[in-house]
């Protein structure tokens, strides 16, 4: 468990994440970070929820229509 603080950021309010948070999420100044509610709290994470399902669903009719996407690539 890290303890982080909110603080004030610009005019903006804000935590800062511990250099060795940021190491272990994988990302860097700049990049987003999502925060999702789940039933014992709030989830940070580097991946989009929405855009994972999406990828879902692609890899799904991607698998689906195999033959149909081989064909369109000819």
């Keep these: 468990m890290v303890k982080v603080k909110v603080t004030t ?8 994440l511990p250099k060795e948070v940021l190491t272990r999420l994988k990302v860097v100044k700049g ?3 999502f925060l999702t509610e789940s039933p014992d709290g709030f989830r940070i994470t580097p991946f989009d929820p929405e ?10 009719v991607m698998r689906e229509r195999r ?8």
């Design 67 to 74: 033959d149909v996407l081989r064909e369109l690539a000819k």
């Design 9 to 16: 950021v610009g005019s903006s309010t804000g935590i800062v």
């Design 31 to 33: 990049d987003s970070l």
């Design 51 to 60: 855009f994972e399902r999406q990828m879902g669903l692609a890899r799904k």
